[in-house]
């Protein structure tokens, strides 16, 4: 069973007064309790939407934390948490999601892990291509 992870200590805070329209990026961990209209992304941050928070947003982060309405794609590294009286709409994509019982969730969840091939395994499957596409020009090289 998955267990809430507590986040580490907040480096930033939108308070519920605030409206913002636009692009956020950020490091570590910021909480949003305010409205948010735009994409919110950071690498591997965690991102906690508050229970006050309406968000409409593409989302792109390490971790999500959410207790407030979120509406738009949520796309995490690591894992989604969503806690009661959270209400999401739109698709999440993450190798770990929660979601507790009393959550409105209405999309489609991908718990698929995000793997990155290697710069050597994309060499490789290029040769292996190069050598389907060209089988005779692999013969001459051999016999040179």
Known sequence: MLKAKKPD??????????????????????????????KICSNNGTL??????VVNAEIIVGVAIITGEVNGTIDARKRIE?????????DIQAPAVLIEAGVMFNGNCSMKARTI????TIDSILKQSILLKNPNENKNKKNL
């Open 117 to 120: 091939p290697s710069k050597n």
């Open 48 to 53: 906690i939407i508050g229970e006050k928070a």
């Open 9 to 38: 200590s907040i480096t930033s805070f939108l308070g519920s007064g605030v409206n913002i329209e636009g692009t956020i990026e950020f490091q570590n961990t910021i909480r949003l309790d305010g409205n948010v209209k735009g």
């Open 82 to 90: 969503v806690y009661p009286p959270a209400r999401v709409v739109g």
